[in-house]
């Protein structure tokens, strides 16, 4: 447990003193947050037709790209064994499934969106010779156009028959269900799609051990959706893996978490998810989803590999690895399965992670997103207690021992700073909750009602 400390200071925010001391990393390195497996910095190629420009240019879509160049195989390979995440709008609710065993409707004469049973036979060889774990997410309203759940769940079969089928060394990793936007309805119905799918993968892998994962259901972060969705699964759960995407600026916070598609809206602004500005972000947002305590995320997967302006490599100029593939790819080496904590000061321009790499060796990340160089130490040791299993749970408020049984909660009694204090020191490992009399913020006032009262 950590010490709380709670005080009152009647005084207005001071702005922070600028300070060039070297920034302490101080690392807990007596407990674990959370382990990964490797392959962390995973990935997605997306269905887009090379007829949509330059955008996704000639190179993007898994239906065109050139599965044996060198150029793709060697950024894949480099990233191995990330997740190969098969996606896009169109992967969940378009793509049609031709020439599997059972289901052979045709493909609609001129039309793009269809995985053929050669195709998908390559993808799966792809797979396996560059050792990523492939994950296909399925089409969950219907082929083509159609919005027809029993023809999306034949075809869906149909392909499951033909991957089970296959050799061990050929089996993709997870089958997805999810979309975005369009989960297949409201979430009771979007469920029972989920428990069909997930009682057909039963029945074409009937030994558990040897089954694709089912991930899903892939949604923006939408809290009620997902409390409905999660309470209308069948039990045993059908799910193996809870994903959800997280575009910049849309939807919430993630509390629940295990697989994210991170990535910029619309294709990225031009430019801003290509230059090392990005990888700032990115380094970030995969040292957060890999610290998530608990158990939190197995994999992040970057929308995209190639295509669009959030791309790793650009599929369109000789597979030039952008700033952000050579994050992806230190993070890979580094095969941050397990991480500690870390705590920065003073410098707001540090973000930093720790982690330890398969041989148990302490490995941090440091970025500074500020224009000057920022020296930095590192410091070990116990930087408060145990997160869980310690005897001594225990708590101080303002330097007293503070405890609650028995549903017993006792007075928190405040403490009083002198103003104008402002400045507030805060203690080492501790959570204060200041209270400024003074300062009453138009929008506490706003709706009727949160108006601060005086201390
Ligand atoms: C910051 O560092 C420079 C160079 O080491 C030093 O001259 C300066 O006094 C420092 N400033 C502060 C506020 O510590
Ligand atoms: C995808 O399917 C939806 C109906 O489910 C349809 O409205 C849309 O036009 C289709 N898009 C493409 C590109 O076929
Ligand atoms: C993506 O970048 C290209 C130039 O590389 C630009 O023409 C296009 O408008 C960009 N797309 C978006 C959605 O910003
Ligand atoms: C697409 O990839 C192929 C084969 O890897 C390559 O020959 C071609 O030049 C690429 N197209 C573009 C526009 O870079």
Redesign the pocket.
């Known amino acids: 447990m950590l010490g709380t400390w709670f005080a009152v200071a009647a005084a207005t925010a001071a702005a922070a003193t600028a300070t060039n001391q070297t920034a302490i990393i101080q690392i807990s390195d007596r407990h674990i947050v959370n382990s990964l497996p490797a392959g962390f910095a995973s990935f997605t190629l997306d269905f887009h037709p090379s007829s949509q420009g ?2 996704w240019g000639a190179n993007a879509s898994i239906l065109e790209i050139d599965l044996a160049s060198p150029g793709l195989l060697g950024v894949v390979t480099a990233l191995a064994p990330a997740v190969l995440r098969l996606g896009g709008s169109e992967a969940g609710e378009n793509v049609t499934y031709v020439g599997f065993p059972g289901f052979d409707a045709p493909c609609p004469s001129g039309y793009y969106y269809c995985l053929t049973r050669p195709r998908w036979a390559a993808i799966l060889a792809f797979a396996a010779r560059t050792g990523v774990r492939l994950m296909l997410d399925l089409n969950l309203i219907g082929p083509g156009t159609a919005d027809d759940w029993p023809a999306a769940l034949s075809q869906i079969d149909a392909l499951f028959s033909y991957t089970a089928q296959q050799p061990p060394r050929l089996r993709p990793f997870a089958f997805e269900l999810g979309r975005m936007t369009r989960q297949g309805g409201v979430a009771p119905a979007a469920a029972a799609r989920v428990a069909a799918v997930g009682a057909l993968l039963a029945s074409r892998w009937p030994d558990e051990g040897q089954r694709p994962l089912l991930v899903g259901p892939s949604v923006h972060i939408q809290p009620d959706w997902i409390v409905d969705f999660v309470l209308a699964l069948p039990a045993p759960l059908p799910l193996d893996v809870f994903t959800y995407h997280m575009y910049e600026g849309y939807g919430k916070a993630p509390r629940i978490a295990s697989q994210t598609a991170a990535a910029w809206a ?6 801003a998810c290509t230059t090392f500005e990005s990888s700032l972000w990115y380094f970030d947002h995969l040292a957060h989803a890999a610290s998530t305590p608990g158990g939190g995320h197995l994999a992040v997967a970057r929308q995209t590999l190639a295509g669009g ?1 959030y791309s790793l490599v650009d599929s369109n100029r000789g597979y030039i690895a952008h700033s952000d593939y050579f994050v992806a790819r230190l993070r890979r080496r580094v095969r941050a399965d397990v991480s500690v904590s870390s705590q920065l000061e003073p410098h707001h321009a540090l973000r930093s992670f720790a982690a330890c790499d398969p041989s148990g060796r302490l490995v941090v990340g440091v970025a500074n997103a500020g224009g000057e160089a920022i020296a930095t130490a590192l410091q070990l040791g116990q930087h408060g207690a145990p997160l869980a299993g310690g005897a001594e749970a225990w708590v101080r408020l303002n330097g007293q021992p503070l405890s609650s049984v028995g549903g017993e909660v006792p007075e928190l009694p405040p403490v009083t700073l002198p103003a104008p204090a402002g400045a507030f020191s805060a203690p080492p490992f501790s959570v204060a909750f200041l209270r400024y009399a003074a300062v009453l913020p138009e929008a506490c006032g706003r709706d009727g009602g949160g108006t601060l009262a005086a201390a």
């Open positions: 330059s955008v619309s294709g990225g602004p031009t430019g302006n």
